[in-house]
Nanobody, 125 residues
Framework: QVQLVESGGGLVQAGGSLRLSCAAS????????VGWFRQPPGKEREFVAA????????RYANSVKGQFSISRDNAKNTVYLQMNSLKPEDTAVYYC??????????????????WGQGTQVTVSS
């Protein structure tokens, strides 16, 4: 069993940066692939970024390539999403998700087993 808690969201002006954290409890987190997803107001949830359980592979949605960066620190049971040059269209609730032994590609479909409760990111223009 893995419990996920997101943090780091908030209100930021366009062009600013935020770093989201996904903290996990559970001994097996180091063997989990982890993904970030977001749900903008009135829209469907969408894939943002993912990292494999080993940390050796990553995947990004085209809309955030070069703007967001995902990383993990297994010693801290935490995955991060560094978000730079934020735009109003990045406004959404951001969720992290995890699945055992998943590759980064395997996280893209959003069918992960474990999900956090989400953290709100609001980018003002």
């Amino acid at each position: 069993q893995v419990q996920l808690v997101e943090s780091g969201g908030g209100l930021v002006q366009a062009g600013g940066s935020l770093r989201l954290s996904c903290a996990a409890s559970g001994r097996s987190f180091s063997t989990c692939g982890v993904g970030w997803f977001r749900q903008p107001p009135g829209k469907e949830r969408e894939f943002v970024a993912a990292i494999s359980w080993s940390g050796q592979s990553t995947r990004y949605a085209n809309s955030v390539k070069g703007q967001f960066s995902i990383s993990r620190d297994n010693a801290k049971n935490t995955v991060y999403l560094q978000m730079n040059s934020l735009k109003p269209e990045d406004t959404a609730v951001y969720y992290c998700a995890a699945d055992y032994l998943s590759s980064a590609a395997g996280m893209v479909d959003g069918k992960a087993t474990y999900w956090g409760q989400g953290t709100q990111v609001t980018v003002s223009s």
